[in-house]
Antibody, heavy 125, light 106 residues
């Protein structure tokens, strides 16, 4: 079964740090780009970060740039999100999501086809 | 960055109704658009990619159309399991999501 399982969430004080993990199984993890997406309580989805299959390309949302670091270990089938200088507004459920890329003519089209169950991060004093 | 808007923000509908949700990008994104369904307490589910391509396993009552800046998601005959929130996403980095459209029971 194709599966993503997040862990590492919890309660942290403003300014603190947390490291999220996402364990992949049931597919060739090293062949897929991955993303972190978050959802604040009662709010919509917000894309956080992207990492390519080989870690050669990384992107961040402006809201987390300079504070969060995405990484992966293909040997361990794992994705990570190191979160530093946490703020109240980082409180959210954090999902890891696999990117699917489908070729149509000269282009690739993307979506996130496999999601974890989410891990909750609460930033509060 | 490209901004995504959706309308309506919510819609009340009955089983069997045809429901259309609109998504607009602040600049042209060709067909780099995906649609997701999310139910309360659950992770999102990919419905449509490349603006109009149905993800494997998604019922054919869901369809997507559009290109450039204007896109639509249509549910041809609403089923009880379709009551959920729907998000569009511009599917080229940065992957901006729309604010969502909640479909609830009339």
């Amino acid at each position: 079964e194709v599966q993503l399982v997040e862990s590492g969430g919890g309660l942290v004080q403003p300014g603190g740090s947390l490291r999220l993990s996402c364990a992949a199984s049931g597919f060739t993890f090293s062949s897929y780009s991955m993303n972190w997406v978050r959802q604040a309580p009662g709010k919509g989805l917000e894309w956080v970060s992207y990492i390519s299959s080989s870690s050669s390309t990384i992107y961040y949302a402006d809201s987390v740039k300079g504070r969060f670091t995405i990484s992966r270990d293909n040997a361990k089938n794992s994705l990570y999100l190191q979160m530093n200088s946490l703020r109240d507004e980082d409180t959210a459920v954090y999902y890891c999501a696999r990117e699917v890329a489908v070729a149509r003519g000269p282009y690739y089209y993307y979506g996130m086809d496999v999601w974890g169950q989410g891990t909750t991060v609460t930033v509060s004093s | 960055d490209i901004q995504m808007t959706q309308s309506p923000s919510s819609v009340s509908a009955s089983v069997g109704d045809r429901v259309t949700i609109t998504c607009r990008a602040s600049q042209g994104i060709s067909s780099w658009l995906a649609w997701y369904q999310q139910k309360p307490g659950k992770a999102p589910k990919l419905l449509i990619y490349a603006a109009s391509s149905l993800q494997s396993g998604v019922p054919s009552r869901f369809s997507g159309s559009g290109s450039g800046t204007d896109f639509t998601l249509t549910i041809s005959s609403l089923q009880p399991e379709d009551f959920a929130t729907y998000y569009c996403q511009q599917a080229n980095t940065p992957f901006t999501f729309g604010p969502g459209t909640k479909v609830d029971i009339k």
